[in-house]
Nanobody, 127 residues
């Protein structure tokens, strides 16, 4: 059973930066595609960024393009989300999700694609 744990959330002023980290245990992490989702109060959960097994192919939702970067280190079994130029509308609980897949170079953007989820980490951006 894969266990997923997020860390790095917190409170930051608008324009600031945060780095979220997703660690996975209990499985071969390099066999998993990974994504970050977020859910703001009163809103549905949405995809933020996704990365394939190779780390070479990435997806970003339009609202974070140019500000967020997803990356992975399969040796360290972590996937990070570097968030810069943060805005109050980025305030949400951020979730890491993983999907075991035999496909090396494909990312996934739908919540239903993912098998394992973390508990979430709160990111609050003050204006």
């Amino acid at each position: 059973q894969v266990q997923v744990l997020e860390s790095g959330g917190g409170l930051v002023q608008a324009g600031g930066s945060l780095r979220l980290s997703c660690a996975a245990s209990g499985g071969t992490f390099s066999r998993h595609a990974v994504a970050w989702f977020r859910q703001a109060p009163g809103k549905e959960r949405e995809i933020v960024a996704a990365i394939d097994r190779s780390g070479d192919n990435r997806y970003y939702v339009g609202s974070v393009k140019g500000r967020f970067t997803i990356s992975r280190d399969n040796a360290e079994t972590t996937v990070d989300l570097q968030m810069s130029s943060l805005k109050p509308e980025d305030t949400a609980v951020y979730y890491c999700a993983t999907k075991r897949t035999n496909t090396y170079n494909r990312y996934y953007t739908q919540q239903g694609d993912y098998d394992y989820w973390g508990q979430g980490t709160q990111v609050t951006v003050s204006s």
